[in-house]
């Protein structure tokens, strides 16, 4: 009799002990432990259903002892054993009473075993983009896979990034999926130091339904179609009320790149004040033909993911199909230019440079720096800023934090809040700067079909001055809403650049501002009362000239704005402690 009455069985689960030990899988002592109890057993087998009750023995080592034995019965033209009835036959002398008795036992049905359900990772993720990447190779290839060369095959197949986290905070990247995959023996790892890896049978099968099922040329995005887009007439309002409804990826002609610009022309005079419609220039518009210029995204270059990785954003851009022009810009972090094919076209009839702006432009904020622009006033000032440029069509994306709102969430809300109905900005959530790029590559092929397919009507910039531009825009937008009217980029640059537009208004709301707790309601009602910093200071001083330099004087001046504006409700109310900062600041009051 041999020492193991099961051999040929033994022999398989030996095979599969050495595979395991050779992929350094953790499994190896599982199929130990199998191993050990089929060789200790001392009955002949019949069929593989019956080593589950065997110690180490499961339904899927069953299944996998069931088609290797198969394959052995089937190379050599012998009979796969037949399973076993589990009921008894009846033994042919059992009388009819015997059977009575018998059928009149009460059975008790056996509970069925829990399948359960085989891992699928969900679509663009880190385990699935691992899988479809691995699953480039030949099946029964021998060759692995670098992880340099995973993570550049798997990262168009995953929204996250395989080398940075999603957070500055954390640490974590799609590439710790691979740790999953490991732990569900659908991936394992050869060779030292340079790794190698391969699938598994189970992660072959896995891979391969994932192919049948979901087309991995296509993203998150392939289920939505362009076919429902507004037409080139319609409002900009229409244009971009389907972001959230994303389309496919274009094969869009990227950018050649222009050098990073941070000098502004001096092209646009102050000019002098408007007080109607008759100040306003009349002119013939530059009209450029469709084809004669492309759209394309404009990065401000200091948007940076960390000090260590400054070119994330562009990267990533253009690994998504869309290069951006990096450059230094004057107001808001990313917006769109038409670029002409021919450089000179704009200076041959009357305009200069080689780019148009469009009327969308992005501020992008991540949690933390919105809180932080709050409370030192940059963020009022920004949207002053934003609303004196004339574009339309502002987007305000907040990159959300984890934990970053604990202590200010009713500020952020309320700034939240006021942006969208007080200022009527747009404000897009995203979950963090991965988020960020997948929408703004969907901006950009959003306005590539908006505007390349219709002509663009340009303002001479030799009509345009700092006071006139504003006024000139709302009048164009009355007389003519069908058409929307633009300006070259340089002259843009010109216009709202920090120190070059700024009229003596402006400057006196920024220095009311900059007083903690004055918001920008609150200084125009403080700049309704007295019209100048002169009217302002004025006016203290002659609380001075009435009442001396004693207590009366003081109290008086603590109490100027806030007796002015006792009437006020809501936001524009000011209360006599900020009343009494106001004094401190301009009245000279010491407290």
Request: a positive charge.
């Given at each position: 009799?041999?020492?193991?009455?099961?051999?040929?069985?033994?022999?398989?689960a030996?095979?599969?002990?050495?595979?395991?030990?050779?992929?350094?899988?953790?499994?190896v002592?599982?199929?130990?432990?199998a191993?050990d109890s089929?060789?200790?057993c001392?009955?002949e087998?019949?069929?593989?259903?019956?080593?589950?009750q065997l110690?180490?023995?499961?339904?899927k080592?069953?299944?996998?002892l069931?088609k290797?034995?198969?394959?052995?019965c089937?190379?050599?033209n012998?009979p796969?054993?037949?399973?076993q009835?589990?009921r008894?036959?009846k033994?042919?002398g059992?009388t009819?009473?015997?059977d009575?008795?018998?059928?009149?036992?009460?059975t008790?049905?056996?509970k069925?075993?829990r399948?359960?359900?085989?891992?699928?990772?969900?679509?663009r993720?880190?385990?699935?983009?691992l899988?479809i990447?691995?699953s480039?190779q030949?099946?029964?290839s021998?060759?692995g896979?670098t992880?340099?060369?995973?993570?550049e095959?798997?990262?168009?197949?995953?929204?996250s990034?395989f080398?940075?986290?999603?957070?500055?905070?954390?640490?974590?990247?799609?590439?710790?999926?691979?740790?999953t995959?490991?732990?569900k023996?659908?991936?394992?790892?050869?060779?030292?130091?340079?790794?190698?890896?391969?699938?598994?049978?189970e992660?072959?099968d896995?891979?391969?339904?994932l192919?049948?099922?979901?087309d991995?040329s296509?993203?998150?995005?392939?289920k939505?179609t362009s076919?429902?887009?507004?037409?080139?007439?319609?409002?900009d309002?229409?244009?971009i009320?389907?972001i959230?409804?994303?389309?496919q990826?274009?094969?869009?002609r990227?950018?050649?790149g222009?050098?990073?610009?941070?000098a502004v022309?001096?092209?646009v005079?102050?000019?002098?004040?408007v007080?109607?419609?008759?100040?306003?220039?009349?002119f013939?518009?530059?009209v450029?033909e469709?084809?004669?210029?492309t759209?394309?995204?404009?990065?401000d270059i200091?948007e940076?993911?960390?000090?260590?990785?400054?070119d994330?954003m562009e990267k990533?851009?253009?690994s998504?199909?869309?290069k951006?022009?990096?450059?230094?810009?004057?107001l808001?972090?990313?917006?769109?230019?038409?670029?002409l094919?021919d450089?000179?076209?704009?200076k041959?009839?009357?305009?200069?440079?080689?780019?148009v702006?469009?009327d969308?432009?992005?501020?992008r904020?991540?949690?933390?720096?919105?809180?932080?622009s709050i409370?030192d006033?940059?963020?009022?000032?920004?949207k002053?800023?934003l609303r004196?440029?004339g574009?339309?069509?502002?987007i305000?994306?907040i990159?959300?934090?984890?934990?970053?709102?604990d202590?200010?969430?009713?500020?952020?809300?309320?700034?939240?809040?006021?942006?969208?109905v007080?200022n009527?900005?747009f404000?897009?959530?995203?979950?963090?700067?991965?988020?960020?790029?997948?929408?703004?590559?969907?901006m950009?092929?959003i306005l590539?079909e908006?505007?390349?397919m219709?002509p663009?009507?340009l303002i001479?910039t030799?009509?345009v001055?700092?006071t006139?531009?504003?006024?000139?825009?709302?009048?164009l937008?009355?007389?003519?809403p069908?058409?929307?009217?633009h300006i070259?980029?340089?002259?843009?640059?010109?216009?709202s650049?920090k120190?070059?537009?700024?009229t003596?208004?402006?400057?006196y709301?920024?220095?009311?501002m900059?007083i903690r707790g004055?918001?920008g309601?609150?200084?125009?009602e403080?700049?309704?009362r007295?019209?100048?910093p002169?009217?302002?200071?004025?006016?203290?001083?002659?609380?001075?000239e009435k009442?001396?330099?004693?207590e009366q004087?003081?109290k008086?001046?603590?109490?100027?704005?806030?007796?002015?504006?006792?009437n006020?409700i809501g936001?524009?109310?000011?209360?006599?402690?900020l009343?009494?900062?106001?004094?401190?600041v301009?009245?000279?009051?010491?407290?």
């Open positions: 009799m041999p020492d193991c009455p099961n051999e040929l069985w033994h022999s398989f030996l095979e599969w002990l050495a595979e395991a030990r050779n992929r350094n899988s953790k499994g002592q599982t199929y130990k432990k191993c089929l060789k200790a001392p009955f087998l019949q069929h593989p259903s019956e080593a589950v110690t180490g023995w499961g339904p080592l069953v299944d996998r069931t290797d034995l198969q394959a052995y089937d190379a050599n012998m796969m054993p037949k399973r009835n589990k008894k036959k033994a042919a059992a009819g009473e015997e009575a008795s018998d059928a009149e036992e009460p008790t049905p056996k069925k075993a399948k359960t359900k085989p891992y699928v990772p969900a679509l993720t880190g385990p699935y983009a899988l990447a691995l480039t030949e099946r029964g021998r060759e896979i992880k340099a060369h995973l993570i095959l798997a990262q168009p197949h995953c929204d990034s080398s940075a986290p999603s957070d500055p905070t954390k640490f974590y990247t799609a590439w710790n999926s691979m740790k995959l490991q732990n023996d659908m991936v394992y790892e050869k060779g030292r130091p340079t790794r190698l890896y391969y699938l598994t049978d992660g072959w896995t891979a391969e339904a192919l049948k099922t979901v991995p296509q993203g998150r995005l392939d939505f076919a429902t887009r507004a037409a080139p007439d319609d409002s309002n229409e244009g009320s389907d959230e409804s994303p389309i990826r274009s094969n869009a990227p950018s050649s222009s050098p990073k610009k941070s022309l001096d092209i005079p102050q000019g002098k004040p007080s109607s419609a008759a100040d306003l220039p009349s013939t518009p530059i450029l469709p084809g004669s210029f759209v394309e995204l404009v990065l200091r940076i993911r960390a000090k260590s990785d400054r994330y990533n851009l253009t998504g199909g869309i951006p022009i990096m450059r230094a810009l004057a808001g972090d990313v917006l769109w230019v038409a670029k094919h450089p000179g076209l704009l041959r009839r009357g305009a200069e440079g080689e780019e702006l469009l969308y432009v992005v501020e904020k991540r949690l933390d720096d919105l809180i932080s409370k006033g940059r963020f009022h000032e920004q002053f800023r004196k440029s574009v339309k069509n502002v305000y994306i990159e959300e934090m984890a934990n970053a709102a202590r200010y969430g009713e500020a952020v809300a309320s700034a939240i809040a006021s942006t969208q007080v009527g900005y404000v897009k959530k995203t979950q963090g700067m991965d988020d960020t790029i997948r929408y703004l590559l969907t950009t092929k590539k908006k505007y390349e219709k663009l009507h001479p030799k009509v001055t700092t006139n531009y504003l006024p000139l825009l709302e009048d937008a009355k007389k003519q069908n058409i929307d009217y070259t980029y340089d002259a843009f640059a010109d216009i650049s120190s070059g537009n700024s003596l208004r402006d400057t709301l920024k220095m009311l900059c004055v918001t309601e609150k200084a125009l403080i700049q309704k007295w019209k100048t002169k009217d302002f200071l004025d006016a203290y001083n002659r609380i001075e009442e001396g330099t004693g004087c003081r008086k001046k603590m109490d100027l704005v806030s007796g002015e504006m006792v006020l936001r524009k109310k000011i209360a006599k402690a009343s009494v900062k106001i004094s401190e301009w009245g000279d009051v010491q407290t």
